[in-house]
């Protein structure tokens, strides 16, 4: 066996050499010893000390002792003590394109301000480059806060070079990607959308197996028309690849008549993920919990730039019986960290769980005020939920033996954690990426000792500034009247 070396030891960096000269070795096994492991498996539960072995790509045992089982002999031991095991987190929805425009609109009003700023202004200047340049940004900020699957709700296909570009780069950046195609809201682009869906699959379904694809639409035509908005159509195009559907905008009335016109239609189930879902109708709940239709949920987009009424859908997805993903939507005004999520839908629902016992804030299909959630509901959201609201529940989202070893080591041991009482707690509340010591993604080594690999960050820096000017410049001349 070969000794794990904490941060401060100088011999760590060997281990990491002969970690990455293994990488894509399916017999290469990596044992973590003596931490405490948040499985996020009901059936096995979290190990206040315990060990998980990695096989090749694959979590392959967890328990108390694996070294007393006899067949360790040849894995390389991580030392994991001080610190939780936990599940990747699973972002559900984002529109990675726009990461090199991180922050533009921070106090944005309204939807109709982002639509306006970053759709209409910014959308129609993005060449291919762009959108390799903004998706990578976006994929790796996401890796190195722990993010291991990243849906990218990819609406500005005007090419399929564009396409082609942002699958790239989520290949590119090594995380688990679910590249989710729609169309452009506004300006000129080549129509291929929903046709080249298949010979996106065709050409980037083989590899390392870590990119899938998604057709995306809108629930409605009211943004940007009947083409992008879901239906029979779209449907179908989806069934013949063999594809689960992600629906963007789905808020207030019009959605809420979508859902109940899908349920009529036969398009809903779990092969459906509809995402925000604010200011629904009852009676689109009880049409989205009946089918088995998945929620993502963006707590920080919905409260903060504000979606139909403003209050993420928890307390009323729980009560039609779906369990929702997390997201975190767009970057350009929100934080791009799954904690930040988990803790801005603890708070508000149980902000929201206590006014509604003073007689405010009722709830579809609530038979009284909710419950509060835990922080145990908030982490199982961001992980298990997550992997199942992009269709990957099978593959990730729990330390299972069988399932892909994407997992994070957060150190419990540091200023802002010890000492450990509560490890979901501690993960939820308390850690942040600072914390992300190490990020395995089917078992490769994408972080360690808090540093994201294989980046170089003063050339990533320049690109991502290069397309940011050039992006605003572009968009102030054609302002201007002066195109692109």
């Given at each position: ?22 990488d ?10 003596g ?78 301000g ?13 060449r ?6 903004g ?14 699957t ?37 300006g000129d ?30 629930a ?73 239709t ?14 139909e ?46 006014h509604?016992v ?15 959630i ?22 990730t ?17 540091e ?20 914390n992300i010591?190490?990020?395995l ?10 540093r994201l ?10 690109e ?6 050039r ?13 692109r």
């Amino acid at each position: 066996m070969h000794p794990f070396h904490r941060p401060t030891d100088t011999a760590r960096p060997e281990l990491l050499d002969r970690l990455r000269r293994t990488d894509g070795d399916p017999g290469r096994r990596i044992l973590f010893t003596g931490a405490t492991v948040v499985t996020m498996d009901p059936a096995l539960g979290t190990l206040a000390t315990g060990d998980l072995l990695v096989a090749g790509s694959t979590v392959a045992a967890v328990g108390p002792d694996l070294r007393a089982r006899g067949d360790t002999a040849d894995a390389v031991v991580v030392d994991a003590s001080g610190t939780i095991l936990v599940p990747g987190f699973v972002d559900t929805h984002r529109h990675a394109w726009q990461g090199q425009l991180r922050r533009i609109i921070p106090d944005v009003d309204d939807l109709a301000g982002y639509v306006g700023a970053t759709l209409a202004r910014y959308a129609p200047v993005y060449r291919p480059e762009d959108m390799y340049t903004g998706t990578r940004l976006a994929a790796l900020g996401a890796v190195d806060a722990g993010i291991t699957t990243m849906l990218d709700f990819s609406h500005n296909s005007r090419t399929a070079a564009h396409s082609d570009a942002a699958v790239q780069a989520l290949v590119d950046s090594g995380i688990r990607g679910i590249h989710a195609a729609m169309g452009p809201h506004f300006g000129d682009w080549d129509r291929q959308w929903p046709a080249d869906l298949g010979r996106l699959v065709d050409r980037f379904g083989g590899g390392s197996g870590l990119v899938t694809f998604r057709l995306a639409a809108l629930a409605t035509a009211e943004i940007a028309g009947p083409a992008l908005a879901f239906g029979p159509g779209l449907a179908r195009v989806a069934a013949e690849l063999g594809l689960g559907v992600s629906v963007d905008a789905v808020f207030g009335r019009a959605s809420s008549a979508a859902v109940l016109d899908w349920e009529r239609e036969g398009l809903l189930g779990d092969r459906l993920t509809l995402i925000h879902a604010t200011g629904l109708t009852g009676e689109a709940w009880r049409a989205i919990g009946a089918s088995g239709t998945r929620v993502s949920l963006a707590p920080t987009s919905e409260a903060q730039i504000g979606l139909e009424d403003a209050v993420p859908a928890v307390d009323e997805a729980l009560a039609a019986g779906v369990r929702p993903g997390l997201g975190i939507d767009v970057e350009v005004a929100l934080a791009n960290d799954m904690f930040t999520q988990m803790r801005a839908l603890h708070a508000i629902q149980r902000m929201r769980a206590v006014h509604a016992v003073h007689g405010a804030g009722a709830v579809h299909g609530a038979d009284g005020p909710p419950d509060r959630i835990t922080t145990a509901d908030v982490l199982d959201f961001a992980t298990r939920q997550g992997a199942a609201t992009v269709g990957l529940g099978a593959t990730t989202g729990t330390l299972t033996p069988g399932k892909q070893a994407d997992l994070l080591m957060i150190t419990a041991d540091e200023i802002n954690n010890l000492p450990l009482n509560d490890p979901i707690g501690t993960v939820v509340l308390g850690a942040d990426a600072r914390n992300i010591d190490t990020v395995l993604i089917a078992g490769r080594v994408r972080k360690w000792a808090g540093r994201l690999l294989d980046v170089d960050l003063p050339a990533l820096r320049a690109e991502a500034a290069a397309s940011r000017d050039r992006v605003h410049r572009a968009a102030a001349a054609a302002a201007a009247g002066g195109g692109r």
